[in-house]
């Protein structure tokens, strides 16, 4: 049985706490993607690394767009997952699947 992800907060906290997990979320051209990716900046290349993070601005970004840049492990680039949009994601170390709970 999935776990709810109710916030954008929470899904932060489930990547940057699992190194890699598997999502998939619908791209702005409506398509569905499929991505594993990390916020584990062991597994991202020293040249891809950003040169400074600013927390607040990141917290601001999820809170008022609800976007988060993750770091796609198999095109090795930067993307951003609007979490509107996320429809699973899925935690390589016990399996376990969250779906957004859509709030009313």
């Known amino acids: 049985m999935a776990e709810p992800i109710t916030s954008a907060i929470d899904f932060l906290r489930l990547i940057k706490n699992e190194k890699e997990v598997l999502v998939k979320f619908e791209k702005k051209d409506g398509s569905l993607r499929l991505m594993k990716c990390t916020l584990d900046f062991t597994r991202i290349p020293q040249e891809k690394k950003p040169k400074s993070v600013d927390l607040a601005k990141i917290l601001t970004k999820i809170q008022k767009s609800k976007i988060l840049s993750v770091f796609d492990l198999e095109?090795?680039?930067?993307?951003?997952?609007?979490?509107?949009?996320?429809e699973f994601l899925q935690t390589p170390s016990n399996k376990k699947i969250y779906m957004l709970q859509k709030l009313k």
Do not use: S, V
């Not at 095109?75 to 996320?86: A, G, S, Y």
């Open 75 to 86: 095109k090795q680039e930067w993307r951003t997952i609007p979490f509107n949009k996320l």
